[in-house]
């Protein structure tokens, strides 16, 4: 034994039925500098000059969209970016009712399990090139932001979960299982100091299903590949109940408190009082300005043959088909996506979906959490699964039986999404 002892909203409706079963393209401009040809601003003498809407509801966005603008407005002369930062709440129907008036939103801001209600509805353009989207994007973002196969939006930056640890008591530079750190905790010894500070080998929060859906979520399956399948759901399988008897084996070999708040985690991590710790994108500011040196790493699997897979929300920037300036749209939004990515970390404490900005080659680890993770789904009705599966953990860990548990939220969902 070791010897150291909430999402969502539901958007607009859709009944709408589309089928598709790869990721389709058509051919199109590469263009990424963004300069956008006369074409793309109607050439009118910058004719009283064009106006770019961007509407997006997270204000930590604004910093970074704010750079993009000033860049993007000194490559075009005569065009205006105009950017729109409004509620959350109806988000997608406000788009909709206002894609029918004077106050467009030529281009917006939209989290990838929304996708499916907002291209159903019509508000978002298909992306039609393709070899700008193989050189900027990994699979995991081009899966995130398509419908059935068929990419809708530019992914932009994502959130996910991973492993950080403190390289004063690690020396190796590894990726780690959860049986490394197992191994790592009943082999390591340290000084009397240095017991004196740490108060945990390994720590997480169990209390929010986004921090804790990485030790199941590797064999659960939510609407397929895109997210967007009713036909493909499970969550209670033979392998999604041994992945959640470890996580109990985990919970009780290292005696992680089961009420600590997540803020707790990461204090403990910053003060050195933790050595290895799941933690997610949104700390890692936090984590990096600590002092102390950190390494960061994909969230650990089991072992060598039980998987984990974290769960990850991808924010993209969807053009609308409404807009009357679609093209300059589609100028901006990679512009964003890419040729602007290496400023949006610092900017926005956002990481980029873009698979070459520098933040994710110099972090390596962090994005390779993000090529394991599941993407949040965008099933009508899918939201409701999350808090489901959150109540189980919550159910297992004061004792309920495993497989009754998931049993339970497999029959919900599926009367749900007939």
């Known amino acids: 034994m070791n010897k150291f002892l909430k999402l969502g909203v539901m958007a607009l409706a859709c009944t709408f039925v589309f089928s ?136 932009l930056s994502y959130r996910t979960t991973f492993l950080v640890y403190n390289s004063l008591y690690v020396e190796n530079d590894e990726n780690f299982t959860f049986e490394k750190i197992k191994k790592y905790s009943e082999e390591k010894e340290l000084t009397n100091d240095q017991m004196a500070v740490v108060e945990k080998i390994f720590n997480c929060n169990l209390t929010d299903l986004f921090m804790n859906y990485g030790f199941v979520g590797g064999y659960i399956n939510i609407g397929g590949v895109y997210g967007s399948d009713s036909e493909k759901f499970t969550v209670c399988n033979d392998n999604s109940v041994s992945a959640t008897g470890k996580y109990l084996e985990l919970v009780d070999y290292f005696s992680i408190d089961k009420a600590q708040e997540y803020g707790d985690v990461v204090k403990k991590t910053v003060g050195g009082n933790s050595i290895f710790s799941i933690v997610s994108t949104d700390s890692f500011q936090e984590i990096k300005a600590s002092g102390l040196e950190f390494r960061y790493k994909e969230f650990p699997d089991f072992d060598d ?89 919550h159910n297992i860990l004061n004792g309920e039986d495993i497989k009754t548990e998931l049993q339970s939220v497999d029959a919900y969902m599926k009367k749900q999404l007939k």
């Open 20 to 155: 598709g079963c790869r990721i389709k393209y058509e051919t199109g401009s590469g263009e990424t500098d963004g300069t956008v040809g006369e074409s793309a601003v109607e050439s009118s003498d910058k004719a009283g000059g064009e106006i770019l809407h961007v509407r997006y509801a997270n204000e930590s966005y604004t910093p970074y969209l704010e750079i993009c603008k000033t860049e993007f407005e000194k490559k075009n002369q005569g065009v205006s970016v105009v950017l729109d930062c409004v509620s959350s709440e109806n988000y997608i129907v406000n788009i909709n009712n206002d894609s029918t008036t004077e106050n467009v939103p030529d281009v917006y801001l939209v989290s990838n399990s929304d996708l499916s209600t907002a291209y159903l509805a019509g508000l978002a353009s298909k992306v039609t090139d393709e070899e700008f989207v193989n050189r900027v994007y990994d699979k995991v973002a081009l899966d995130a932001c398509s419908y059935n196969g068929i990419l809708v939006a530019y992914p």
């Open 305 to 393: 043959s039980l998987v984990t897979s974290p769960l990850s929300i991808t924010t993209a920037i969807a053009v609308n088909p409404y807009s009357k300036v679609s093209s300059l749209g589609e100028a901006f939004a990679k512009f964003a996506a890419e040729t602007m990515s290496d400023k949006l970390n610092e900017a926005a404490g956002m990481f980029p979906a873009n698979k070459n900005a520098v933040i994710n080659k110099e972090y390596s680890g962090i994005y390779s959490s993000y090529m394991k993770s599941t993407s949040k789904n965008k099933l009508q009705y899918g939201e409701q699964v999350y808090p489901l599966i959150e109540i189980a953990l």
